[in-house]
């Protein structure tokens, strides 16, 4: 489901963000085969699982007029922390912040996104996407980018 999630993002921002065509691409900025220059690239850099909306009842009443429970698996819901960023060639710095800013234009308009939006049968898995951004110290920052292996470049997180 990873998959699916991270394809509708690409395929939402593609929508909306019609110049150039198709900008926004999966991949993972660390693999120079997954490199698309002037591309907006979306890398799943962690998952974590959100406890805090984690339900804890595991017993569900399988008919309301009898006793008997039934044990199930609670559902999981995931935080993922998805980095945004725009791959360029030579001096195209500033290309690289208006596409930036494009996306957070496209993400502050629509940020929820529910089963209506989920219509492609290739959606139907997914329940909710919730898009925050995740603001980070400089310090966050510079340290992502060595763990990456790569120089510091404007992004998203």
């Known amino acids: 489901m990873l998959d699916v999630a991270m394809k509708f993002l690409r395929d939402f921002l593609n929508q909306e963000i019609t110049s150039p065509a198709n ?4 991949g993972n900025i660390t693999k120079d085969t997954d490199i698309e220059k002037d591309k907006i690239h979306l890398s799943l850099l962690n998952i974590e699982e959100e406890k805090i ?4 009842n ?9 006793d008997f429970y039934s044990t199930v698996n ?8 998805v980095l945004v960023t725009y791959q ?6 500033e ?12 993400l ?6 529910t089963k209506p939006d989920f219509m492609k049968p290739a959606y139907e898995p997914l329940q909710q996407i919730v898009v925050d951004l995740y603001s980070q110290t400089i310090e966050q920052n510079s340290n992502m980018w060595q763990a990456l292996g790569e120089k ?6």
Not at 53 to 56: I, P, R
Not at 58 to 66: K, L, V
Not at 152 to 157: F, H, K, R, T, Y
């Open 74 to 81: 609670p559902e999981i819901r995931l935080n993922l922390y």
């Open 23 to 26: 900008p926004v691409v999966l």
């Open 53 to 56: 909306l984690k339900e804890v």
């Open 88 to 93: 360029y060639d030579g001096k195209n710095y």
């Open 152 to 157: 510091l470049s404007p992004c998203l997180l």
């Open 108 to 113: 502050q308009g629509k940020y929820v996104f």
């Open 58 to 66: 595991h017993n569900r009443r399988i008919n309301p007029g009898d």
């Open 95 to 106: 290309e690289a912040l208006k596409q930036l800013a494009n996306v957070v234009t496209v």
